[in-house]
């Protein structure tokens, strides 16, 4: 696994996906693989396996989309209501270990902090309501608000006119590879991956970028001053 050492002297903006990245992707995951199946299931006296059967092509046919990532767009298409539904697990969100830790030294370095994320905006204020996120956070995107996914490539140029940032003095931290090769695409100089976003699975395949087991990784160099680099070691 490549694993990253970062110049943080070289760094101004911390841009933060949310799902898998700062939160526990289990709760999603469980939310879409398994609850919704079943509530679906229930409306339609259909049993677990066949539910997931029906719904599983649904979600693969407009993956990375802003339409799968879209509360409303969800609502409509199952006739669920799926803003109570994500309610009714709302227990299951976590944030992942040394988050607010790491949040909090980019704070006392200088460092911005900003979330951009593909979650719709039903979906951020639950989250933010059930989790301390907010409070270490200097701004938050919706890729919504912007009508573009981060697969895109100019995502990042409407995050530009939004919150403006030199690419080459940027860190992006996200746990799905289209989402940084956009970032890449674009510019943007320090990208990092996350092994495990889902704390109940097995960590992922060796991604094409530096990748961090959990943001306990970064706090050495963070708290450590003096310049360093991004290097590959396996």
């Known amino acids: 696994m490549v694993r990253p050492q970062i110049d943080w002297q070289a760094v101004d903006t911390v841009f933060l996906d949310m799902d898998g990245t700062l939160l526990d992707l289990h709760y999603d995951n469980y939310f879409w693989l398994e609850h919704v199946p079943r509530r679906y299931g229930e409306a339609r006296g259909l049993g677990l396996?066949?539910?997931?059967?029906?719904?599983?092509?649904?979600?693969?046919?407009?993956?990375?989309?802003?339409?799968?990532?879209?509360?409303?767009?969800?609502?409509?298409?199952?006739?669920?209501?799926?803003?109570?539904?994500?309610?009714?697990?709302?227990?299951?969100?976590?944030?992942?270990?040394?988050?607010?830790?790491?949040?909090?030294?980019?704070?006392?370095?200088?460092?911005?902090?900003?979330?951009?994320?593909?979650?719709?905006?039903?979906?951020?204020?639950?989250?933010?309501?059930?989790?301390?996120?907010?409070?270490?956070?200097?701004?938050?995107?919706?890729?919504?608000?912007?009508?573009?996914?981060?697969?895109?490539?100019?995502?990042?140029?409407?995050?530009?006119?939004?919150?403006?940032?030199?690419?080459t003095r940027t860190l992006f931290i996200d746990d799905n590879e289209r989402v940084l090769r956009a970032a890449e695409d674009y510019g943007i100089a320090w990208l990092l991956s996350v092994a495990a976003p889902d704390s109940k699975a097995s960590a992922r395949p060796q991604s094409a970028f530096p990748t961090i087991q959990g943001f306990a990784d970064l706090l050495p160099g963070l708290h450590r001053p003096g310049p360093g680099r991004l290097d590959e070691r396996a």
């Open 49 to 167: 396996a066949e539910a997931k059967a029906e719904l599983l092509p649904r979600y693969r046919a407009i993956e990375g989309t802003l339409q799968w990532y879209c509360v409303d767009h969800w609502t409509r298409e199952l006739e669920l209501d799926i803003a109570l539904l994500k309610q009714e697990v709302a227990h299951l969100i976590a944030v992942h270990p040394c988050v607010l830790e790491f949040l909090t030294a980019l704070a006392a370095s200088g460092q911005r902090r900003v979330l951009v994320t593909n979650a719709h905006q039903k979906s951020i204020a639950l989250k933010l309501r059930q989790t301390p996120l907010g409070d270490h956070l200097d701004r938050v995107i919706c890729a919504h608000d912007l009508d573009l996914p981060k697969e895109s490539r100019a995502f990042w140029d409407r995050v530009q006119a939004l919150e403006p940032f030199e690419p």
